[in-house]
């Protein structure tokens, strides 16, 4: 997932081009070992927004149901990003030029600025809740509170000079920390278990297990999709089946299960008042920073390969810096809380994406895929796009409860749907005449 020394600067030396192999497959000197793929994908998982999904779904679905929810979740998860992640390293392509190549240059500029506009978003959010972070431990720990516009800008340059380094620094970030965030995990783990007198746990029935598992997948969808940006670095596509189960069968629901187990135990859903009450504050810092930095670097990574892909005249590095201050503006107008509810819809419409590519991959066009350069004018893929806008329509209206599910988990509905939409319509386009 990382590019190896030589690969980094060689890459950095391709004139005129700084764009991380944003156009065409990586090479194979440039391809790395299993574990440093893994190493950043599981260091994703140690971030603000998958404790508060545990902690999220535990309080709806009650004691008795959390830790089925977050397996369940994790392995839908699993199985959409090791395929996905495994197409990734059997092709080298990024995300966004395997959308190229399953859905044509018009059908998948839509496609990729969608997932840019939600990543984008979400790396704002991340910064709101980075900043309410800091500002809450800095006044318990120093009585103060430092400023937002010093505390946001400050995260924004440091995630935004990642990003331009690109998976070499990312890669040192995450193979440094993986060890700590784990002790630090486990310590609160400890400590939530250690806790003196357990509170009264929350009111199960709220939430069915499969909305417990669409809520899980529903959290961390567009990052499974989007395994390609990572796993395209690796030498074989068995090390895509080994980064997801590091990262979804193992580093998430234990993170997911540690929230958790501390909520229940203390009896309130604020991740920082839970680290704080079990003595966490400087391993809260911690957790906080770099989980935070590695997961808007990542956001922002795979937003300017997005954008490049869909726009290659475009220079990766001004993009790069373009949206990170995009985001760190949108994030400081506070106007990311309306934002919150489209983002969530626009999540629940990408996972056809992941139907349509493997079921084209795999089994209708495998052919396509066997090129090193995604080259323009790339034909429109009329059977894809039909795939992709009922997959969504279905992943739509069982989000609302207009629909039953078939599986109980929506968003398992609406990938299993555009898939064999995909393959019936293509079956119909060839028998045209």
Request: charged share 10%; proline share 4%.
């Amino acid at each position: 997932m990382v590019l190896s020394h030589h690969g980094v600067l060689q890459a950095m030396s391709s004139p005129p081009e700084h764009d991380e192999f944003s156009t065409h497959a990586v090479p194979r000197g440039a391809r790395v070992a299993s574990f440093r793929v893994a190493a950043v994908a599981s260091m994703v998982s140690f971030s603000l927004p998958t404790f508060i999904a545990g902690i999220e779904v535990a309080g709806g679905v009650g004691e008795a149901l959390s830790l089925p929810a977050i397996l369940g979740g994790s392995f839908i998860i699993f199985l959409v990003g090791s395929l996905m992640g495994s197409i990734g390293a059997r092709t080298g392509f990024n995300s966004y030029l395997l959308v190229r190549l399953a859905f044509g240059d018009t059908g998948a500029r839509l496609v990729n600025l969608a997932f840019s506009v939600s990543l984008l978003g979400w790396f704002g959010i991340n910064l709101n809740l980075f900043g309410l972070a800091i500002a809450g431990l800095s006044e318990d720990f120093f009585n103060a509170v430092p400023p937002e516009l010093g505390v946001t800008v400050g995260a924004s340059v440091l995630i935004t000079a990642t990003t331009i380094i690109g998976f070499r620094a990312i890669n040192f970030v995450s193979t440094l920390m993986i060890p700590v965030l784990v002790f630090v995990a486990l310590a609160l783990l400890f400590a939530a278990m250690g806790h003196a007198e357990p509170t009264v746990q929350s009111i199960s029935g709220e939430m069915s297990l499969g909305d417990g598992i669409s809520a899980i997948v529903g959290s961390i969808v567009i990052g499974a999709i989007i395994m390609p940006d990572i796993t395209r670095f690796l030498r074989s596509w068995q090390g895509a089946v080994i980064t997801g189960t590091s990262s979804y069968l193992i580093a998430q629901p234990f993170v997911m299960w540690v929230a958790a187990a501390a909520a229940l135990a203390l009896g309130t859903q604020d991740i920082i008042s839970i680290m704080l009450t079990l003595g966490l504050g400087v391993g809260a810092f911690i957790i906080i920073i770099a989980g935070s930095w590695v997961l808007n670097t990542l956001n922002l990574y795979s937003a300017v390969l997005g954008v490049t892909a869909s726009f290659p005249a475009l220079n990766a590095r001004h993009v790069t810096i373009a949206l990170g201050v995009i985001g760190v503006s949108a994030g400081l107008l506070n106007i990311l809380d309306s934002f919150v509810t489209f983002l969530f819809y626009l999540s629940v419409v990408f996972i056809p994406v992941a139907g349509v590519i493997i079921i084209d991959h795999f089994l209708i066009r495998p052919g396509v895929y066997r090129v090193t350069q995604v080259e323009d004018d790339q034909p429109i893929n009329r059977p894809a796009l039909v795939a992709w806008l009922v997959g969504a329509t279905i992943a739509l209206a069982g989000a609302e409860g207009l629909i039953a599910s078939i599986t109980s988990v929506a968003a398992l509905d609406s990938a299993i749907a555009s898939g064999l939409i995909y393959a019936l319509a293509t079956r119909v386009w060839t028998m045209r005449p």
